[in-house]
């Protein structure tokens, strides 16, 4: 079966390998799956339905929602009558979801739930986009639920589908993502069928999973990373489960005993921080045990052999302490693939160590997304680095150390900003990535930092302020971090403390201070954390290094629109709405 079209997908695993739990999500406390032909069957009655309401090729459709297999028989719906899926993250604002129905032109929508549904209903006031053209997942009083439209695609033929989606093409228009960015109004990447699914098999071989194995879905399918990754799954047969939300990944991943999920680093922080925490709990001979087999893992390097004591001392940690990391994990896990951001290398050994494989990848939107991603095997996975280029993707490193990649991943541009989509893909047809890299090895391509984030001192010397808050963020004390000093004589940096362990500290010092406010003021506490930096500061060179801190008492969210929602920050907010605090860092 020759996958062409988005939708060729469902076709090619009715062929291959029909399942009978595709897609899998919780209702009731249970995990009702969804087979191959059922998949097929609602997702031509979304077609139909979609076709009822006037909807035709190159119409744009906006999905709202967490994931649920809803979201992809809209997804999939909407592709077979050659209209555009426009999802959105559940998490941005009124205003966000005005503006992107606006620039996209949005006909209809489906939207998860009742709170999202009263957003939607704000956002879409006085625009072009009928009310009976809204759908909801969840049953919500005065709105049309998602069984009303398959109600509506009964009333249809499947045979009118088949020529239709024959009039789809490859290079026909899929999707349109808007990618929230750090500054500026949100820009809409243009992506194609042929731009997604050939990076789904460029990225092939570096599948570790087949048909008989089960991934967990939480990340959002609204990210280009999880939506290819999903893509990919069903080409290889990979039934999906979702977890119900972000908060009982523990307990889906216990019950459905996964082979793989996708993360981002920022979540398999919280895992190993948990991890860690509960280490400490232990008293006695446990204790030292957990230790010991943290330092182990600490020192795990996928590219090098250290010798038969080593190998034998960590083949008894896993048999003593790591066993139970893989069962809290489900028992089945295999590998992680981390995408979305920097992942640091402490987590990458302490987890292949334990024998679970992490595959770091590398891309963006605008690529569909990966550009390389490190291998199951370990002669394939460079820790610190985010693997070898995956087939058919062409990468330059520039003069100034931008990284240029060439492929058929490549987006087609911006929507309706021509100006931008030139400045990005140049006449050449190198997509400018906005991110400074080199080759380790030869093969291995590493991040060093965002060609944009970066900034000179007054004294001329540039600073890369990812590189330093990666390095910082791995002590258990950093929760977020954020360094600052553009033009100024030294970088500084503003520190959110990790709370929780924070206090935990404060009680076996001494600290009388309680909530986040009285803690950063502490002077205990402002000590404890200008001696964390000052040894930080040992793994710079003399002008990379933080002088002066400044601790804040409350965390930078998406919901305070600091964060994106893939959860960088927003230098340029962050900056604005601490103005007079970096100011009196360099008074």
């Known amino acids: 079966m020759d996958v062409r079209r988005s939708f060729d997908i469902l076709a090619n695993q009715l062929e291959k390998f029909p399942k009978s739990d595709a897609l899998a999500a919780k209702i009731d406390g249970q995990y009702m799956p969804l087979s191959t032909q059922q998949v097929q069957e609602q997702t031509d009655l979304v077609s139909l339905g979609l076709l009822s309401l006037g909807l035709k090729k190159d119409d744009k459709v906006a999905i709202i929602s967490m994931n649920r297999p809803e979201w992809l028989l809209a997804d999939f719906g909407i592709a077979q009558i050659g209209a555009t899926s426009v999802p959105m993250y559940p998490s941005i604002t009124v205003e966000d979801y005005k503006y992107i129905f606006t620039d996209a032109g949005v006909r209809a929508v489906f939207v998860a739930d009742e709170k999202l549904y009263e957003k939607v209903k704000e956002a879409t006031a006085g625009l072009d986009i009928p009310p009976q053209n809204v759908f909801t997942f969840d049953k ?15 009333q249809g033929k499947v ?5 239709l989606k024959a009039a789809v093409q490859p290079d026909d228009l899929l999707t349109l993502i808007y990618t929230s960015g750090t500054t500026g109004n949100p820009k809409g990447v243009m992506l194609s069928h042929d731009n997604l699914l050939s990076n789904c098999r460029s990225s092939s071989a570096a599948v570790p999973v087949g048909a ?14 999880e939506r290819m990754v999903t893509y990919l799954y069903m080409i290889h047969g990979v039934s999906i489960y979702y977890a119900e939300s972000m908060e009982t990944i523990a307990d889906n991943l216990r019950e459905v005993h996964p082979s793989i ?12 921080d948990r991890i860690v925490a509960k280490g400490h709990e232990q008293t006695g001979i446990k204790h030292k045990l957990f230790f010991w087999a943290l330092d182990l893992g600490l020192k795990y390097d996928t590219q090098k052999d250290q010798g038969f004591l080593y ?3 960590l083949a008894l940690a896993n048999k003593l302490i790591f066993n139970k990391w893989r069962e809290a994990l489900g028992g089945s896990l295999r590998c992680i693939v981390s995408g979305g951001g920097a992942l640091q290398p402490r987590l990458a050994r302490v987890f292949w160590a334990a024998g679970i494989r992490v595959m770091e990848g590398y891309g963006l939107t605008e690529t569909s997304p ?25 990468v330059k490193i520039a003069a100034d150390g931008e990284i240029l990649t060439k492929s058929a991943s490549v987006m087609k541009g911006y929507y309706n900003k021509p100006e931008l989509t030139a400045e990005a893909i140049d006449q050449d047809g190198w997509f400018h990535t906005g991110d400074i890299g080199e080759f380790v090895n030869g ?6 930092d965002r060609k944009k984030e970066m900034f000179k001192t007054s004294g001329g010397k540039y600073i890369a302020p990812q590189v330093i808050e990666n390095k910082m963020k791995e002590d258990p004390l950093i929760e977020q971090m954020m360094v600052v000093g553009a033009d100024q004589k030294f970088p500084g940096a503003l520190i959110i403390p990790a709370f929780d362990e924070l206090k935990k500290w404060a009680t076996k010092h001494g600290v009388t201070a309680t909530t986040n406010e009285e803690l950063v003021k502490d002077e205990k ?8 930096t000052l040894q930080y500061n040992k793994s710079f060179a003399q002008w990379e290094q933080v002088k002066k801190i400044v601790l804040l008492p409350e965390q930078w969210t998406v919901e305070t629109g600091e964060m994106t929602p893939t959860m960088k920050v927003k230098r340029k907010i962050i900056t604005e709405n601490n103005k007079a605090v970096i100011e009196g860092l360099y008074k």
């Open 212 to 225: 008989n194995d089960k991934a967990l879905s939480f990340l959002p399918l609204c990210h280009i990373f």
């Open 261 to 272: 999920f996708t993360t981002v680093p920022r979540l398999l922080e919280k895992v190993y």
């Open 159 to 163: 045979a009118d589908l088949v020529s």
């Open 370 to 394: 990966v550009i390389a991603v490190n291998g199951y095997e370990a002669k394939d996975n460079m820790i610190g680095a985010v693997g070898p280029l995956i087939e058919n993707m062409e």
């Open 443 to 448: 093969r291995f391509l590493k991040i060093t």
């Open 311 to 313: 190998n034998t001392e």
């Open 140 to 154: 919500v009083a005065g709105a049309r639920h998602f069984s009303e439209l398959l109600a509506l695609g009964k």
């Open 525 to 532: 506490v402002l000590h404890l954390y200008h001696d964390l």
